[in-house]
Every structure is written in structure tokens, then in C-alpha cells.
């Protein structure tokens, strides 16, 4: 059964820091695509970005609105996601959840795979606040 | 970006009514359209992909048909466990992964 079970959450101010984990079990998350996607409190999904597979390179891609504050990596040997928030906003409060990239369902380009998004964390609160 | 409007925002139906619900893209995406049910305080539940293909386990009531920039999601007959807020999202390209905005299907 595939499980993804963030962490890492909590109140911070405007201006800080705040590291997310994601545990994987159920699947090979070596081979896996991962992405971050946000809820703020009564609005809807929002997509924050993605790291592809090391086999595939490994590579980032990040939504505007978080592009230069946050970072997306992984470490296969524990089978973890990350997404380091840095210069945190107030509009950065929302739900964050780690979910798999469904490359069966989407598309491949030459350069890029686009996809839906199969399996998803509870997810975990981030305030931003004074 | 592409935007992704959905409409409407709510609806109010009976156990046992056919529900459509509508997504529209501001450019074309092919049939690169996603649709999932989410439940309050849960994660959201892929439901249909590729426009009109069923996510594996999901009940045959669910449909999803169009391409291009008209979409929608139609539940043949509601049941209790329907009831949920329900959004489409574009993967046409990386130049940003859109979501619609939602659109919530209350008890009448």
C-alpha cells in the first residue's frame, strides 16, 4: 500500500524558514516523480513544484509565485521528499501535500513528462503569522 | 498559465440526481485534464484522467468526456458518499500545472 506521510509543519513568521518531509512506503520511490501541491484555508489546489527521478536527471520545476524561495529534493536512501521554504509570506499559509506523479496517466514530451497526480499525503499545516 | 474556470462554484442536488459539472481551459490542452473529489479535511482522490479515462477503483457512475477547452465531469446517479468538493486541473504543460477553482456539491 503506498503511503506518503508529511511532516514538518508549523507556525512561523513572515521572513523564515520551515523544511517539509515527506516519508514514501508502498513503491519504488527512487524511480518516482514527486510534486508538492498547496491548499490555503478554504481555497483551492495549487501546485508548487516537482522533482523528477535521478534516473531522469533529477531536476526541479517550481511554480512562479515560489520560484527562488523554495527548494524541492530527495534522499532515495531513506525514501523521503523535501520542500525547504525559505522567505516565507503570509500567502505562503496552506495545507502542503506530497503526492506521486502519475506518469502512466500523463504525457511525455521530448524534454519533460506532464502529469496528474495519483497518490496523496494527509498533508501538513503551514501558518505564516506575527 | 492556463486558467481553469469551473462552474459552478456549488451545487445543490439529491441522492439519486445526474450532476454535471463543467471545467473550461483558456487555451487548448487537448484531453490533458484531470479531475479529483476532495472531502473536507482530507486529501483529494484522483477520479478521472486524460479527460475521460476512470482512475482504477473509482465507481462507474463517475464519466468525464471533452477536448480542447471544454470539459466535464457528470455523475450518472449521486449517492451519500458523493457529496464533496470536486476540481479539474490541466497538465498540458509545466508552464504551470493548473487547478480550477472548485466546485462544491451539497445535499438540496
Known amino acids: 500500500e503506498v503511503q506518503l506521510v508529511e511532516s514538518g509543519g508549523g507556525l512561523v513568521k513572515p521572513g523564515g524558514s520551515l523544511r517539509l518531509s515527506c516519508a514514501a512506503s508502498g513503491f519504488t520511490f527512487s524511480n518516482a516523480w514527486m510534486s508538492w501541491v498547496r491548499q490555503a484555508p478554504g481555497k483551492g489546489l495549487e501546485w508548487v513544484g516537482r522533482?523528477?527521478?535521478?534516473?531522469?536527471?533529477?531536476?526541479?520545476d517550481y511554480a512562479a509565485p515560489v520560484k527562488g524561495r523554495f527548494t524541492i529534493s530527495r534522499d532515495d536512501s531513506k525514501n523521503t521528499l523535501y520542500l525547504q521554504m525559505n522567505s516565507l509570506k503570509t500567502e505562503d499559509t496552506a495545507v502542503y501535500y506530497c503526492?506521486?506523479?502519475?506518469?502512466?496517466?500523463?504525457?511525455?514530451?521530448?524534454?519533460?513528462?506532464?502529469?496528474?497526480?495519483?497518490?496523496w499525503g494527509q498533508g501538513t499545516l503551514v501558518t505564516v503569522s506575527s | 498559465d492556463i486558467q481553469m474556470t469551473q462552474s459552478p462554484s456549488t451545487l445543490s442536488a439529491s441522492v439519486g440526481d445526474r450532476v454535471t459539472i463543467t471545467c473550461r481551459a483558456s487555451?487548448?490542452?487537448?484531453?490533458?485534464l484531470a479531475w479529483y473529489q476532495q472531502k473536507p479535511g482530507k486529501a483529494p482522490k484522483l477520479l478521472i484522467y486524460?479527460?475521460?479515462s476512470l482512475e482504477s477503483g473509482v465507481p462507474s457512475r463517475f464519466s468525464g468526456s471533452g477536448s480542447g477547452t471544454e470539459f466535464t465531469l457528470t455523475i450518472s446517479s449521486l449517492q451519500p458518499d458523493d457529496f464533496a468538493t470536486y476540481y479539474c486541473?490541466?497538465?498540458?504543460?509545466?508552464?504551470?500545472?493548473?487547478f480550477g477553482g472548485g466546485t462544491k456539491v451539497e445535499i438540496k
Open positions: 522533482i523528477k527521478s535521478k534516473t531522469d536527471g533529477g531536476t526541479t
Open positions: 487555451q487548448s490542452i487537448s484531453s490533458w
Open positions: 486524460k479527460a475521460s
Open positions: 503526492t506521486t506523479d502519475a506518469i502512466p496517466r500523463g504525457y511525455c514530451s521530448s524534454t519533460s513528462c506532464y502529469t496528474p497526480f495519483d497518490y
Open positions: 486541473q490541466q497538465y498540458n504543460s509545466y508552464s504551470g500545472l493548473t
